[in-house]
């Protein structure tokens, strides 16, 4: 039984106020802190912030933690649900108490805090780990599935200062036997690349973007890349480390066009046809093996066209929102082969694992992400194990918030390999995890 919900304002990985659940039950208390997106799609649930510019800028989150004191947790106390057997009906009942298709009422940043604590506090009264209430909730088979970690080395776009127009560029170590071996090589790289930019542009290079990974003065995706190419090779992981890019091309779509240039002094207009030409040229000289959101949410026929020959993981962030409508749409204008998971995209875990189930209904992968602004709580690594994503990405392996994740995703593995538990690591199988 829920005896209490307590909220308060606390801060995220970017100094901006976010909101932080405590609930109790007869069994303890249950804590889950919100994450907060910057490269945020238009069709997201509703992140409530106060607008009052006397506190934080107007960022507070104060009438989200009202919220929660005086409407959701007397809600949740008074509806005798049973946060071990009842996740469904209980994320029904905040998505009723809200009304609003975007959870603009309460706040999706409100709702999902309840939702997220009552997973945990579900799990601890079911006598399980997190990973395994989340996998019942899904129904997704065993043996678990360890995931494949997409490093996030080199920031761009909206989440560092540097010229680069492309958001992201990831390290996956596909060739690891293990998640903890693939963190290691993750982070071998992470430190050859860090010697690359300090050889190439001196020490005063080597500062961090949001996500932890270094934001040389580059503006190229091929620079980035180059740079990735030497300290894999220097790190002695040729061939068996991927990369990634998620040029988060929303953020500089303009009347039609892309500006690549959009942080340079002058803009560098591409048309759609042009931008396909560049990924084309990317994806045959890299060794990449997924591409996420390379158009607009809006650019649907340029999503479809490249889709028909995309070689590789093709998935939309923006574009599909964490939502089984757009998720449907998606299918239908066959507009990509892989959903982006964030959970506060669309407010609840149930949800969440709804679309995720969507998706591999029509045989598409589950890519798991934290958000550029998040926080030490590491809820989504439990998540992709529960949910057989095969792959999440959580940023570099640097910054406090951004190795929570995967200081967590090996403590489950050890757990799963203690209790002589089959457990695979993804690998190479990243995009079919969920039917190894
Ligand atoms: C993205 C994310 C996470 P943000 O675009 O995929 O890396 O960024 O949280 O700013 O939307
Ligand atoms: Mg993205």
Known sequence: MIRSVQAAQRLDSRGHPTVQVDLTTDRGTFRAIVPSGASTGANEAIELRDGDNSAYGGQGVQKAVSNIRLVIGPALVQSGLKVDTDQRMIDCLLKHLDGTKNK??????????????????????????????????????????????????????????????????????????????????????????????VEKYGTSATGIGDEGGFAPPISQPHEALDLLVQAVSLAGYSGRIKFAIDPAS?????????????????????????????????????????????????????????????????????????????????????????????????????????????????????????????????????????????????????????VAKYNRLMDIEADLLGKGEKCLYAGSQFRVASKC
Request: hydrophobic share 40%.
């Open 250 to 402: 929303s953020e500089f779509f303009k009347d039609g066009n892309y500006d690549i240039g959009f942080k340079d002094d002058k803009p560098n207009l591409q048309s759609s046809k042009q931008l396909t030409d560049l990924y084309r040229s990317l994806l045959q000289n890299y060794p990449i093996v997924l591409l996420e959101d390379p158009f607009a949410e809006t650019d649907w026929d340029s999503w479809t066209e490249f889709n028909k020959e995309c070689p590789v993981e093709l998935v939309g962030d923006d574009l599909l929102v964490t939502n089984t409508k757009y998720v449907q749409e998606a299918n239908e204008k066959r507009a990509c082969n892989s959903m982006l998971l964030k959970i506060n995209q669309i407010g609840t875990i149930s949800e969440a694992i709804e679309a995720a189930n969507l998706a591999y209904s029509f045989d598409w992968s589950v890519f798991v992400s934290h958000r550029s602004g998040e926080t030490t709580d590491d809820f989504i690594a439990d998540l992709v194990v529960g949910l057989r994503t095969g792959h999440l990405k959580s940023g570099a392996p640097c910054r406090g918030e951004r």
């Open 104 to 197: 603009s009422k309460l706040g999706a940043n409100a709702i999902l805090g309840a939702s997220m604590a009552c997973a945990r506090a579900g799990a601890a009264h079911a006598g399980i780990p997190l990973y395994e209430f989340l996998r019942r909730e899904s129904g997704a088979k065993k043996p678990f599935v360890m995931p494949v970690p997409f490093f996030n080395v080199l920031n761009g776009g909206v989440h560092s200062g540097n010229k680069m127009a492309f958001q992201e560029t990831m390290i996956a170590p596909v060739g690891a036997s293990s998640f903890t071996e693939a963190v290691q090589m993750g982070c071998e790289v992470y430190q050859k690349l860090k010697k690359v930019i």
